[in-house]
């Protein structure tokens, strides 16, 4: 199940937590309060209450709230799980899968309204957090997340190679980011933005990059690195877009081929999943003029 290219996350959400990923039905936060390790299920559906969701639906809300809490009880060794859904000040329906342990600042209490000013999750804590649980539930992780503001890309254009293509990266009103430039065929030829994460991501139990988007008709790629080395090896798999309309696209691992400064190289490895350091668009081909892609979303799984 896809989510709802329509549906966005309450403010308040928002504002309180970390975007992880998503599973079929529902989104993953986690609170940014590093306090307890606090997990929030958002079921991306109209109904407000649990018992006003379709049979069906609220069966795959409690496999997935079931699935997450052993998880959770896995990655954090709690001595309790605390489950609820309460909504009052946030009538978006979502549930909160919390960790719980017998020296938390809260212990026996409840973490509604009591929970203490604390540190945020560090960027290392994050990432083990968000790989273990993609490893043990098969979260479709996010790579970056394309709502926070501001975005942290950069443009890298044929300029440097005295080409007359630019580029930008620019945040869209609903919460998403759009590649939009103009490609001259003057020079280089190509425009492309990046993304060089705060650290390296474990995406190691993924198989293929997804993203949900929505184009021109013209062709880009995907660009990983899995070295933090300015001069290292790029992998990219291109894609096709849809004029005008939204769509997935599934970009399989086995698809990404190295180059070296826009060159095949021949025998490189394999893309390292394990050790991705940044991401970036592409777009090339000698399809010169304006473009513009529109990207709500990109993960793995």
Known sequence: MTGALDFRLHPRLQQDCLR?????LSQLLLQRNATVPWFILVPEVEA?????????????????????AEAVEGLFACDKINVAAIGNLVPQLHCHVIARRRDDACWPGVVW????????WSDAEQERVAAG?????????????????PLPWRAIDDV???????????????????????????GGGFASVRCDLPLAQDHGAASA?????????????LS??????????VYQAAFDS????????????????ASYHGRPVEGAPPFRPQALHSIGLVIADRQEGDFALEVDEITTR
């Open 20 to 24: 992880l990923g998503r599973l079929d």
């Open 48 to 68: 407000t209450e649990l018992h006003r969701m379709a049979r069906e639906q609220r069966q795959h809300l409690m496999d997935e709230m079931a699935a997450l």
């Open 113 to 120: 309204g009591r929970l203490p000013e604390g540190e945020t």
């Open 133 to 149: 649980l993609q490893r043990a539930i098969g979260l479709q992780r996010l790579v970056t997340d394309l709502a926070v503001r």
């Open 160 to 186: 440097v190679m005295g080409g007359r293509s630019h580029s930008a990266m620019a945040p869209t009103e609903a919460g998403g980011a759009r590649f939009h430039g103009y490609l001259s065929l003057q």
């Open 209 to 221: 990059f997804h993203l949900r988007l929505r184009g021109d008709g013209k062709r880009y790629r």
């Open 224 to 233: 990983l690195r899995s070295d933090a080395a300015a001069e290292g090896l």
């Open 242 to 257: 849809v004029a005008g309309g939204w769509q997935t696209v599934e970009l399989p691992l086995a698809d990404f081929r």
